[in-house]
C-alpha cells in the first residue's frame, strides 16, 4: 500500500511564502515524476502546479512561473513545492502526485489559503 503525508498548508497573506511537503511510502518503486497540482474550487478542475522528474527535469504552469520551486530528495521519495510571493489567486487545495507507471498515486491534499 502507497502513503503520501503532504505538509505545510496553512494561512498566509498576500506576498508571503510556504513549503509543502510530500513524502511517499509503501511499495512504490520506479518512481517517474512527483509533483503538485491544486483545485482552487469546489467542482473546478484539478489544475497541474509544478512537477519533477527522477532526472530533475521540471515543468511549472505559467501562472506559477518565477514564483514557485519544486524540488525533491529521491532517497526519501519526498517532493517540496517552496511557494514566494503568494497571491489570493493561489488559494486552493493543493495534492501531490506521484506518477510510478503505470500507477498513479494522489495525497489526501492540504488547503493553502493567501489572504488579500
Known amino acids: 500500500q502507497v502513503q503520501l503525508v503532504e505538509s505545510g498548508g496553512g494561512l498566509v497573506q498576500a506576498g508571503g511564502s510556504l513549503r509543502l511537503s510530500c513524502a511517499a511510502s509503501?511499495?512504490?518503486?520506479?518512481?517517474?515524476?512527483m509533483g503538485w497540482y491544486r483545485r482552487q474550487a469546489p467542482g473546478k478542475q484539478r489544475e497541474l502546479v509544478a512537477t519533477i522528474t527522477t532526472g530533475g527535469y521540471t515543468n511549472y504552469a505559467d501562472s506559477v512561473k518565477g514564483r514557485f520551486t519544486i524540488s525533491r530528495d529521491n532517497a526519501k521519495n519526498t517532493v517540496y513545492l517552496q511557494m514566494n510571493s503568494l497571491k489570493p489567486e493561489d488559494t486552493a487545495v493543493y495534492y501531490c502526485n506521484v506518477d510510478w507507471s503505470p500507477f498513479n498515486s494522489w495525497g489526501q491534499g492540504t488547503q493553502v489559503t493567501v489572504s488579500s
Open positions: 509503501g511499495n512504490i518503486f520506479n518512481i517517474i515524476s
